[in-house]
């Protein structure tokens, strides 16, 4: 297992020269018991399994996970060519537990019709800042952990808001995503709950989510890069009203969490030692 998951760029770049200009990449993650299989002696400071979180009616379960593959390019064929070739590697060493096939919703919004990602860091310098391990655990500097979470909506309830209710629920404009007032967002919009500061600093995220789906069941694939597990867990709690202050995020009203887990992503030099251990 830990050969093919080393393997795994070189599948890549070989399904990469189907068409260069898709741009496939994709991120290998690894689960926290499992990271204790392929590398017993070393492992990454921050890594934990998810803790389910459970208040006021509203859960973020933990179905945990031992491989994550996050696929991206811009075609769509493309990344179910690699998934095939990955699966044909991994063989009977490993079943899928969940797939999910994402999509871009118009000019990068949710279906919930706001654009998604507004709050991610812009520019290589500071992304890499949010996502990247650095000095705190110089073994694994250059990977990240990932947090990962499948929301279904309740677009129907959701339709039935006006649209100045809507703008309220997530704390921004539908038309240009942009913030609302202090006076005019209030304490329980979505962006509220999930900007948060200290000590004078925003707490960044990396945020790659998507939305997917049928007409039948739609949702939001969350997935979030980080240094520090610490950030996402903290937001995810203030959303879910769990931060002790009594309050919640009001779009949790509308939508539900139906998975929840956590990965480790290492550098490309760390992946190939896996493979060698």
Aim: hydrophobic share 40%; net charge positive; aromatic share 8%.
């Amino acid at each position: 297992m830990a050969r093919v998951a080393a393997g795994i760029p070189s599948l890549v770049a070989t399904t990469g020269r189907l068409d260069p200009r898709a741009s496939l990449a994709c991120t290998v993650g690894v689960g926290s018991e499992f990271w204790d299989v392929l590398s017993p002696d070393r492992r990454p400071k921050g890594l934990r399994p998810f803790k389910a979180i459970a208040a006021g009616g509203r859960s973020a379960p933990n179905t945990g996970g031992d491989l994550l593959l996050h696929a991206l390019s811009k075609r769509a064929d493309l990344n179910f060519e690699l998934a095939m070739r990955i699966m044909r590697a991994l063989g009977d060493a490993a079943e899928v537990g969940e797939e999910v096939h994402g999509f871009r919703y118009l000019d990068s919004r949710d279906l919930t019709g706001f654009i998604d990602g507004t709050e991610n860091p812009k520019g290589r310098t500071p992304r890499a800042r949010a996502a990247l391990i650095g000095d705190e655990d110089p073994v694994f500097a250059g990977g990240s952990y990932v947090f990962t979470q499948r929301y279904v909506h309740d677009l129907k309830s959701w339709a039935g808001l006006p649209r100045k209710a809507q703008e309220r629920v997530i704390g921004r404009t539908k038309g240009k995503s942009t913030e609302l007032s202090d006076k005019a967002k209030p304490p329980t919009a979505h962006i509220s709950r999930v900007v948060i500061e200290e000590g004078g600093e925003e707490l960044e995220i990396v945020r790659h989510s998507f939305p997917y789906g049928t007409v039948s069941e739609h949702g939001l694939f969350f997935i979030a890069y980080t240094r520090n597990l610490d950030i996402p867990d903290t937001m995810l709690r203030r959303m879910l009203g769990a931060s002790g202050d009594g309050l919640h995020d009001h779009l949790m009203d509308y939508t539900r969490a139906v998975s929840g887990a956590t990965f480790f992503a290492p550098s490309l030099k760390s992946l190939k030692s896996l493979g060698r251990s």
